[in-house]
């Protein structure tokens, strides 16, 4: 079976940074997605990595290192309207999606 | 550009009935796949269709199927109801198999009674 693990929940302020680890162990690579799904809505996508480093999309960065089958979400200067769940996939080898149960993040006042 | 659009948004179903919900992606993506949500299990992954053909399958039971359409619209059916069907049953459209990101519907709620 395929194992992508992530933490379930994670408390921040508003303004502050916050770092969402994923850790997979999955039968084969084809690069990691990361999605936010807000309550009762579509997952939207944030990232993409398949070669190992960093991604910075504004506000949004996601690093990957694929010799440690690890990559991490980083949200920075956070809003109240970040406060989602966020989802950690990898895609296989047959190009299947398989992805981790999510992190609930909250942003506090 | 239109989004994915799934339809019907909400259906209650009773159990050992069965049902088709169906999924228009976005113009021009030729890959539709489908995932069910569940609080327990998260999003796991059904089918994946391309050019009317299956492509991919994950873990589920015969009882669901699914099919794609030459415009690439696709529908999934489950069939004989269980209690534990019910769940958010989302599809998902990219251009063609590869890479680039997918983009979900919002998604059909299925509630078994």
């Known amino acids: 079976g395929q194992n992508i693990d992530q933490p379930t929940e994670m408390t921040a302020t508003e303004g502050a940074i916050v770092q969402i680890n994923c850790t997979y162990q999955t039968s084969g690579f084809n690069g990691l997605f990361w999605y936010q799904q807000h309550a009762g809505e579509a997952p939207t996508f944030l990232s993409y990595n398949v070669l190992d480093g960093l991604e910075e999309k504004g506000r949004f960065s996601s690093f990957l290192s694929r010799s440690k089958g690890y990559s991490y979400l980083l949200l920075k200067e956070l809003q109240m309207k970040d406060s989602a769940s966020y989802l950690c996939a990898v895609r296989l080898d047959d190009y299947k999606l398989s992805f981790g149960a999510g992190t609930t993040v909250t942003v506090r006042a | 550009k239109a989004g994915v659009t799934q339809t019907p948004r909400y259906l209650i179903k009773t159990r050992g009935q069965q049902v088709t919900l169906s999924c228009s992606p976005i113009?021009?993506?030729?890959?539709v796949s489908w995932y069910q949500q569940t609080p327990g299990q998260g999003l796991q992954f059904l089918f994946e269709y391309f050019s009317e053909t299956q492509r991919n399958k994950g873990n589920f039971p015969g009882r669901f199927s699914g099919r794609q359409f030459s415009n690439s619209r696709s529908e999934m059916n489950v069939s004989t109801l269980e209690l534990g069907d019910s769940a958010l049953y989302l599809c998902?459209?990219?251009?063609?198999?590869?890479?680039?990101?997918?983009?979900f519907g919002d998604g059909t709620r299925l509630s078994i009674l």
């Open positions: 998902a459209s990219s251009p063609d198999l590869g890479n680039q990101p997918q983009h």
């Open positions: 113009s021009g993506h030729r890959s």
